[in-house]
């Protein structure tokens, strides 16, 4: 499944204004519908008009969509997704997660045991609502499965499924559990070990009682590559453990693939306790974000490379999901450079075979017209490292 | 006795309207003239809460910053800004500040938004005091151990503080700043090369000496427990340390310096009862007797929604109010 150079994506993509509105019940402007329309024919959407149609229907007729409708919207949303990836030229797709609000929000909001608190800030002007962890957590009802029938039908390509991790989810909540207050009067060593006994009991209650039975009912429906999301992995150094114990509550004796993705970090921290995931087969990690963008190959041309090496030496030999493409700038990479780090990162790992490439990230903070230059640009570097390899 | 004086540092949470309203301006659903309205009034609301709590020095709640570092990077043709970096052990990011040039202050574009960063002006001083503007600003160890390229980190430090910290807290203070918190979370979130104290007690001189405004070095994210003797040395008017991370009994005395103390929780959603506050205060002084405690947050509160941000404000207000009371003064 994970074959060399295998060109896949990482989770998210902006949602359309088309999109946002009408699952808001709000009307779309002429300027929605006519980017429904050019990317419905840019992307190759299958009966694209439809949509254009039901999107034009309530300011003709003054009859709002029905929430049936609006629904409606949503899967076509999901069908550009899918033709986004898939016209870019990826190996692996999925649909840029527009059937969910946002990859902790959708999960807090399907679990049992969260309580929504407010928004809180990611980075530079941008928020995610936060909940708290109020008590025993569980699963409300699996939460990825209408999505993944109506992907698995509706692609054209083979699909991976992301899914928020057990870690990210506790590490992006608040602690209001009973058992977790906090007395600042207690002396310092005291208060710290029930903390970590406290964080511990948490991730382990997350992934045992709320992602692990949703990966079981995916499963269920036929879906053999998932990735599970850890971007707050590297949060906690000390705690680099506890999420690979967690991956492997997760997945251990599940049938399928299981890869992580792990972003925005120092990745010195992972080493050595991410080689206790013996469950994960592929760690995809953002790396253009520290990189130069200058040509070549050479360890000095490649400063946001330095880890790899670390990568390469895990126990078990699992593939390396190569960040390519800086997804927090609009710069567009050229081929060339990613063929360079695609080649870089060859050259370490003694050639291409546990190598696949992505974005750094999910590409939801780009506009559809940047991310998909971005994404042309990745597969075309793709071919050049190819037959620069001797393999084109 | 103790003086005893309390207040909120760092950037304060904007509300939903805020963020719904800058989510909007950047899809381009609403002009940018509707953030700035809706800043103005996140920050009316801030600095009134501020008064009816009763806190003594007042915070803008910074609200137009990006990170701790932009307002200087911003102001600095010298800097910009690099990669996007985890801030500590939070789920928050930074942009790193990259060295690119000399390293001057702009002070025409840094004073130009300090009606943003400071409000507007006002009779927010108490009446016989000096208390009354907050100012902020990173602290210039942080700074030059988070900045790009690595290299001499000592003599970066000397010059941020030197060239930027210092004409920014001019500015500051000319702008009716009455006391400048700069943020140091990277003295006790990571180890300090034993002769970088020298060097750090150096750039503090070069930004409070002839100053004329307090000055407080503010510590979070790490135990400052085991630093405290060095911390104490340090040419600033009060030390801060975050009691989330640090050991109570770890600040006994002698503190020749004023002490503020973190003692509300910026990562915990649970406000905290005003009456454990008090009691934790009264401990603080019963241990560490310093000539001026200042009550606050440990992180400072930008880590949790507004509602919650709000309510730790009143606690904080509240149980400096009865501290005063029990104590007579």
């Known amino acids: ?392 | 006795m103790t003086e005893i004086a309390c207040y909120v540092h760092g950037s304060f949470p904007r509300s939903e309207e805020l963020v719904a309203a800058t989510r909007d301006a950047d899809r381009g659903r609403r002009p940018i003239s509707a953030v700035a309205a809706q800043r103005d009034l996140d920050r009316a609301g801030f600095l009134a809460l501020q008064a009816s709590a009763g806190l003594d020095y007042r915070s803008a709640g910074w609200m137009s910053w990006a990170d701790l570092f932009r307002p200087l990077i911003d102001a600095c043709p010298g800097l910009a800004t690099g990669a996007l970096t985890r801030w500590f052990d939070t789920n928050t990011f930074f942009r790193a500040p990259v060295v690119v040039g000399p390293l001057e202050l702009d002070r025409a574009a840094f004073a130009a938004r300090l009606a943003d960063d400071v409000g507007p002006p006002g009779t927010d001083r108490a009446p016989g005091t000096d208390r009354g503007r907050l100012g902020l600003l990173p602290g210039p160890y942080t700074f030059s151990q988070l900045a790009e390229p690595d290299t001499d980190r000592d003599a970066l430090l000397r010059r941020v503080a030197g060239e930027l910290v210092r004409p920014a807290a001019e500015e500051l203070r000319n702008a009716g700043v009455t006391l400048l918190h700069l943020q140091e979370p990277a003295l006790v979130a990571r180890p300090v090369e034993a002769d970088s104290w020298r060097h750090l007690n150096e750039a503090l001189r070069l930004i409070t000496d002839g100053l004329g405004i307090r000055v407080v070095v503010h510590t979070y994210y790490g135990d400052a427990g085991p630093l405290l003797a060095r911390l104490r040395e340090l040419p600033v008017d009060a030390i801060g340390v975050d009691l989330t991370e640090t050991d109570l009994d770890s600040l006994r005395g002698p503190w020749p310096l004023g002490l503020l103390a973190g003692c509300l929780d910026g990562r915990s959603s649970r406000p905290e009862a005003e009456a454990a506050t008090v009691a934790l205060a009264r401990r603080i002084l019963e241990i560490a007797q310093p000539p001026t405690l200042y009550l606050s947050s440990g992180g400072d509160l930008e880590l949790l929604p507004r509602a919650v941000a709000e309510q730790k404000v009143r606690v904080l207000g509240a149980a400096t109010r009865r501290l005063r009371e029990e104590l007579g003064c």
């Open chain 1, 1 to 392: 499944m994970l074959t060399p150079l295998l060109t896949h994506e990482i989770g998210s993509l902006a949602k359309p204004g088309w999109r946002v509105k009408a699952a808001a019940g709000r009307p779309c402007d002429e300027a929605d519908i006519q980017a429904a329309e050019s990317w419905g024919k840019r992307l190759d959407v299958p009966d694209y008009p439809r949509l254009v149609e039901l999107l034009r229907r309530p300011a003709r007729t003054g009859v709002p969509l029905t929430a049936a409708e609006r629904v409606e919207v949503r899967n076509w949303s999901s069908r550009y997704g899918l033709r986004f990836f898939s016209s870019a030229g990826l190996d692996v797709i999925y649909d840029g997660e527009q059937q969910r609000s946002e990859m902790y929000a959708w999960a807090a909001a399907h679990a049992t045991g969260f309580e929504f608190r407010g928004s809180v800030r990611s980075f530079d002007n941008k928020y995610y609502s936060k909940a708290a962890v109020t008590g025993p957590v569980g699963l409300r009802a699996p939460f990825h499965n209408d999505e993944y029938r109506l992907l698995h039908q509706a692609a054209d390509k083979p699909v991976k499924v992301p899914v928020t991790g057990p870690y990210t989810l506790a590490a992006w909540s608040f602690d209001e559990r009973p058992g977790a207050a906090v007395d600042l009067g207690e002396p310092l060593a005291r208060r710290r070990a029930r903390s970590r006994e406290a964080r511990r009991e948490l991730v382990l209650d997350v992934a045992v009682n709320l992602v692990r039975p949703n990966l079981e009912a995916l499963l269920g429906l036929g879906a053999r590559l998932i990735q599970i999301d850890e971007p707050a992995g590297s949060t906690v150094p000390d705690e680099i453990g506890l999420m690979a114990e967690a991956f492997d509550a997760c997945v251990h004796g599940l049938d399928a693939t299981f890869t992580t993705h792990l972003c925005f970090s120092d990745y010195d921290l992972f080493f050595p306790a991410i080689g206790e995931m013996t469950g994960c087969r592929q760690y995809t990690v953002g790396f253009a974000n520290d990189d130069s963008t200058e040509l070549g190959v050479g360890d000095d041309a490649r400063p946001g490379y330095r880890i790899i090496k670390r990568f390469r030496d895990l126990p078990g030999a699992p593939h390396l999901g190569l960040g390519v493409l800086d997804i927090h700038r609009d710069f567009i990479e050229p081929p060339e450079l990613v063929r360079d780090r695609i080649l870089h990162a060859a050259d370490v790992f003694g050639g291409p075979e546990r190598l696949q490439v992505v974005p750094d990230c999910g590409l939801r903070t780009r506009t559809w017209e940047v991310a998909h230059q971005k994404l042309v640009n990745m597969v075309a570097g793709v071919e050049l490292a190819r037959n620069a390899l001797g393999g084109g």
